[in-house]
């Protein structure tokens, strides 16, 4: 029996890891969720056929992508998009319609051979619905083809373009935004293990979530921290 496993830290991930496992009973599943659990020795015992990394906060080791099948899924239409934060990028440059790029690790920054590409809309909800959606297409339609598909690999081609990881102190929102991107700007930032959109007040900072966009108008939840720390 063919092996595969699966190196995630978010929470909905996990959640669809299991239903991935109830649904092919037939093949053998592991998750891990710890960087030190990704180890030589432990993938020498296990020989996974593919290890998927749908969200993983750490640099995947040039000895592991070597000699095991390696796969991330980036939200982006690559070579468009190399870098860190995706989604945020997206947003910030007014952009609602991207793909799922499943690629194979290499040793450059998203640089490796694309498996198969799926389409997502981020036009509306926040960072943690969109990061759903993202994990049901990963999960329920681009991890099964890997099961069942002889997927071939393709070299990326089109013009390069690279994002830069975003940094917590651009959460702060800046002057000038329409209130479209004033929405995209909330919203991009409310998820789990972001920093959330704020503007200074005094010695403070007010944070801002759960924003929505109807008719012409924002509406945003706030909360006022003082003497909020940088």
Avoid at 31 to 60: A, C, G, Q, R
Avoid at 84 to 99: A, D, V
Avoid at 203 to 208: Q, W
Wanted: aromatic share 14%; charged share 30%.
């Amino acid at each position: 029996m063919k092996r595969y496993l699966v190196a995630t830290i978010k929470s909905w991930n996990i959640e669809n890891f299991y239903k991935l496992k109830e649904r092919y009973p037939g093949y053998e599943f592991m998750m891990i969720n710890k960087k030190d659990d990704l180890t030589v020795p432990f993938l020498e015992s296990y020989k996974p056929e593919y290890i998927f990394f749908p969200h993983w906060s750490w640099i995947i080791q040039e000895d592991i992508y070597d000699h095991y099948n390696c796969i991330v899924f980036h939200m982006t239409d690559l070579p468009f998009g190399r870098g860190g934060s995706p989604l945020q990028n997206l947003l910030i440059r007014g952009i609602y319609e991207t793909k799922i790029s499943a690629i194979k690790v290499c040793a450059g920054v998203d640089t490796g051979p694309v498996y198969c590409k799926e389409s997502i809309d981020i036009s509306e909800g926040s960072a943690d619905d969109i990061f759903r959606r993202v994990s049901d297409i990963v999960f329920e339609e681009m991890i099964p083809r890997f099961l069942s598909d002889n997927l071939s690999l393709v070299e990326q081609t089109g013009e390069v373009i690279s994002f830069k990881r975003r940094e917590p102190g651009q959460s702060e929102v800046p002057d000038g935004l329409s209130q479209r991107q004033l929405y995209d700007y909330i919203r991009m930032l409310d998820g789990e293990g972001y920093p959330a959109a704020f503007r200074r007040y005094g010695k403070g900072k007010v944070f801002y979530m759960d924003a929505e966009f109807k008719d012409g108008v924002l509406t945003a939840k706030a909360r006022f921290l003082e003497e909020a720390e940088d």
